[in-house]
């Protein structure tokens, strides 16, 4: 025990030759604050150890005052460590939080499901409701922020393309490529995550802090199923609103390449729209909407699952915000090379 | 219109019965566990029909939790609840929700729905469990509002109200659907003794008028000794003592007599065992 004086240790280690008897004078000891009531168990425990019989002499009334808040045999039973854990078992500690978080997505998921068909839940009046509610707050509230991070972008996208197309004289096909890259890639994306960022995080906090609260509990003990009436409404909410956020993005973000092509590059506005309308396909639009759809979808189902197993406080809501924030975005990702694989490469 | 369908509430006084002996909750050997610490260790227990039963308890001695297992929120690991002569956790889907709506229940801190006003979260399960009219629904939270003495504060949020208004809000709310049974999860804790009190009445009221059996968790001694009509004493997941107010006030438990004289059982009036260590 490197905390113990050097007078202490060898009072102790005098004792432990002798006759395993030692007395600790404290009478010259006016006042003891808490670092020296620990030293005082510390010493103790420490003698403990030894088996040496370390008995004090000169306490003063303030101190045992002090001692009869305490159990003194509780504090010296000596701290236990937790077993060290092996690298199977570390691995496991890691990964069962994670395939417990999915196992609860995936039942979310059929509950959700059964939910909808399910018609005997009964009452779903103010069901409607609350999927307007969250459209307003999920889709109309982003307005600004995607149209404004579209516009920059395209502005963005057009000024790189352009910057690489005039070394090959290719000035004209900025258009072609700020259109086919936003629709088919950069809209779909940018829109999810930008969702997963603001309404992502928004449910995952949400609800955690109802789970907190009781909220929950109250719901179910009225007979109310969570799942239809928090849920659902998101998801449906987050799975329209995101498509057409996508197609928002996608058009102002052409309007800003548009800009910058007939301003800087010079390339007439109607040569420019002609040259967009050329370059997007149907397929083009369609994939984007079916993409974002799924993206929605996905954000709302990952942040109301981790939201809804919220465990441990506050901190418990920090991190289901994190953690629905930087997943969904994994999750996007994910699925749009497998999109992007499907429809092709695959085609 | 399942409201509707349901016998209409006759005061009690009125009816002249005799004292209902009809069991409406039954636990036997209810015993849970949370990461192998055991919280109930075997708890029988029965509640009947329109008497007000208290479980009273220190705090961590799994009060909560035996609540929560007799209400249908949590399963028991070990045992058996029946609620109305049916057990409560093979009940599934229509029948489960049938029997959510026979009670009510006050959550410690209110658990009122932050989104709504005070209003919309009584209206909140008549909404969603009946087909009545909207203006119906309104003047019938309305009502429950001003049982409980909160019908000015209808249009208020729920984070603007006290504490004492939270709880009694909650009740309403637990009354929305005229259940036949109320759970009250620690209805005195955090309020002022004169607030206290109130909810105490509100809850007695609540019985007398309607013939509601209540079912009252608390660690609140002057609270549990006013209210019950029987009440049990919980301690480390065991029940210590059952029976009237009156005979656990007679119990001859020094452990009873200890929690109910609010004193400190004699092992843990310590002096902290310096003694051991002085030189004599």
């Given at each position: ?34 670092a020296g ?12 150890a030894?088996?040496?019989?370390l ?11 002090f001692?009869?808040?305490?159990g003194?045999e509780?504090?010296l039973?000596?701290?236990?460590t937790?077993p060290?854990r ?5 691995l ?14 995936k ?7 059964q ?6 839940t009964?009452?779903?009046?103010s069901g ?9 707050h999920?889709?109309i ?14 502005l ?5 393309a ?15 490529m ?6 088919r ?31 929950v509990?109250a719901l179910?003990?009225?007979?109310i ?11 449906g ?5 995101t498509p ?12 800003g390449?548009?800009?910058f ?7 007439g506005?109607?040569?420019y729209?002609e040259a967009?309308?050329?370059?997007l396909?149907?397929?083009d ?8 759809t ?7 189902f990952?942040a109301?699952?981790l939201g809804l197993?919220?465990k ?7 991190k289901a ?7 969904s ?6 699925f749009?090379a ?6 092709r490469?695959?085609a | ?6 016998r209409?509430?006759i005061?009690?006084e009125?009816?002249?019965?005799t004292?209902?002996?009809?069991e ?6 209810l ?7 055991t919280?109930?260790?075997?708890v029988?227990l029965s509640v009947?029909?329109g008497?007000?039963?208290v479980i009273?308890?220190?705090s961590?001695c799994g ?15 070990m ?14 889907g ?17 658990a ?5 006003s ?6 909140l399960p ?13 003047r019938?939270?309305k ?9 000015h ?5 729920p984070s603007s ?12 709310r637990a ?21 206290a ?10 019985n007398?008028v309607?013939?509601?059996?209540m ?14 009509d029987?009440?049990i ?7 210590l003592?059952?029976?009237?107010p ?5 119990n001859?438990?020094s452990?009873?007599?200890?929690f109910?004289?609010r004193?400190l ?5 310590r ?7 002085l030189k004599?």
């Amino acid at each position: 025990m490197e905390a113990l004086s050097p007078d202490l240790q060898r009072l102790l280690q005098q004792a432990s030759i002798e006759d395993r008897h030692a007395v600790l004078d404290l009478s010259a000891v006016e006042a003891f604050d808490s670092a020296g009531m620990a030293f005082l168990i510390e010493a103790l425990q420490e003698a403990k150890a030894q088996e040496i019989d370390l008995r004090l002499v000169g306490v003063r009334p303030s101190v045992s005052d002090f001692f009869s808040l305490v159990g003194i045999e509780r504090l010296l039973v000596p701290d236990k460590t937790a077993p060290k854990r092996n690298f199977v078992e570390r691995l496991g500690d890691k990964a069962i939080p994670v395939i417990e978080r999915v196992g609860a997505g995936k039942d979310l998921l059929l509950e959700a499901a059964q939910t909808l068909v399910d018609s005997s839940t009964g009452g779903r009046r103010s069901g409607k409701g609350r999927f307007f509610l969250e459209l307003e707050h999920t889709g109309i509230g982003a307005i600004g922020i995607v149209g404004l991070i579209g516009f920059l972008l395209g502005l963005i996208l057009a000024m790189q393309a352009w910057v690489q197309l005039k070394v090959f004289g290719a000035d004209k096909y900025v258009a072609d490529m700020v259109a086919v890259s936003i629709t088919r890639e950069i809209g779909p994306l940018m829109t999810a995550i930008l969702v997963a960022a603001r309404s992502g995080s928004s449910i995952a906090a949400q609800l955690g802090t109802m789970v907190i609260n009781e909220e929950v509990d109250a719901l179910r003990q009225m007979g109310i199923n969570p799942v239809r009436y928090l849920v659902v409404p998101k998801v449906g909410a987050l799975a329209l609103a995101t498509p057409c956020l996508a197609i928002l993005f996608s058009t102002i973000a052409i309007f800003g390449g548009l800009l910058f092509g007939v301003f800087v590059v010079d390339l007439g506005w109607q040569v420019y729209i002609e040259a967009t309308s050329d370059a997007l396909q149907a397929g083009d639009i369609l994939g984007s909407l079916l993409k974002s759809t799924v993206f929605g979808s996905l954000v709302a189902f990952v942040a109301c699952s981790l939201g809804l197993n919220v465990k441990g406080g506050p901190v418990g809501v920090g991190k289901a915000t994190t953690g629905a924030v930087v997943a969904s975005i994994f999750l996007i990702i994910v699925f749009d090379a497998v999109f992007v694989l499907l429809l092709r490469v695959g085609a | 219109m399942r409201i509707f369908k349901r016998r209409p509430r006759i005061p009690k006084e009125l009816l002249n019965r005799t004292p209902p002996t009809e069991e409406l909750i039954r636990g036997i050997a209810l015993e849970t566990s949370f990461d192998g610490r055991t919280v109930l260790k075997g708890v029988d227990l029965s509640v009947l029909q329109g008497e007000v039963f208290v479980i009273l308890g220190p705090s961590g001695c799994g009060k909560t939790t035996l609540l929560r297992h007799l209400s249908g929120m949590l399963p028991p690991t070990m045992g058996i609840v029946q609620l109305f002569g049916r057990d409560l956790y093979t009940l599934k889907g229509k029948e489960l929700a049938e029997m959510r709506g026979r009670m009510g229940f006050s959550f410690q801190g209110g658990a009122l729905l932050n989104s709504m006003s005070v209003l919309e979260n009584v209206s909140l399960p008549l909404h969603e469990s009946s087909r009545l009219a909207p203006a119906r629904i309104e003047r019938i939270a309305k009502l429950k509002l001003d049982m409980v003495g909160l019908l000015h504060a209808a249009q208020l949020s729920p984070s603007s109200l006290s504490g004492g208004m939270k709880k009694r809000a909650a009740i309403a709310r637990a009354m929305a659907l005229d259940p036949e049974l109320i759970f009250f999860d620690e209805p005195s804790a955090g309020l002022d003794p004169i607030t206290a009190v109130e909810v105490d009445n509100l809850i007695l009221k609540l019985n007398k008028v309607f013939g509601i059996t209540m079912v009252v968790v608390t660690h609140d001694i002057p609270s549990a000794f006013m209210i019950a009509d029987r009440m049990i004493m919980l301690s480390e997941g065991r029940i210590l003592a059952r029976g009237t107010p009156d005979e656990i006030r007679e119990n001859k438990d020094s452990k009873v007599q200890d929690f109910i004289h609010r004193a400190l059982p004699a092992e843990e009036q310590r002096s902290g065992g310096l003694a051991r260590f002085l030189k004599t």
